[in-house]
């Protein structure tokens, strides 16, 4: 069983910047995938940017130059380092660990990331 823990979420101003971390317990994290997801009121959850086991990222196109996805191994913790952040950034974001050959697919709380002047 893996919990995952997200944090660093709140208030920001157009334009401003946030850090969010997510930490995982057990011991398959360096052999997961990680991804941070986000869902808008009344829209439906989308990736936002996923890192590999081997460190290979990928973001979605409106995030993309702006948003950074990073891993530390050693500390169990993905990290989503978000500047110039827009209103339309506003959302809960989910961190997700997937480890299909552990069949693990795991799922954190949300912390909610409102971005309003």
């Known amino acids: 069983q893996v919990q995952l823990v997200e944090s660093g979420g709140g208030l920001v101003q157009p334009g401003g910047s946030l850090r969010l971390s997510c930490a995982a317990s057990?011991?398959?994290?360096?052999?997961?995938?990680m991804a941070w997801y986000r869902q808008a009121p009344g829209k439906q959850r989308e990736l936002v940017a996923r890192?590999?086991?081997?460190?290979?990222?990928t973001y979605a196109d409106p995030v993309k130059g702006r948003f950074t996805i990073s891993r530390d191994n050693a500390k169990n913790t993905v990290y989503l380092q978000m500047n110039s952040l827009k209103p339309e950034g506003t959302a809960v974001y989910f961190c997700?660990?997937?480890?299909?050959?552990?069949?693990?697919?795991?799922w954190g709380q949300g912390t909610q990331v409102t971005v309003s002047s």
């Open positions: 997700n660990l997937d480890a299909p050959g552990f069949g693990a697919d795991y």
């Open positions: 890192i590999g086991s081997v460190g290979t990222t």
């Open positions: 057990g011991s398959i994290f360096r052999f997961s995938a």
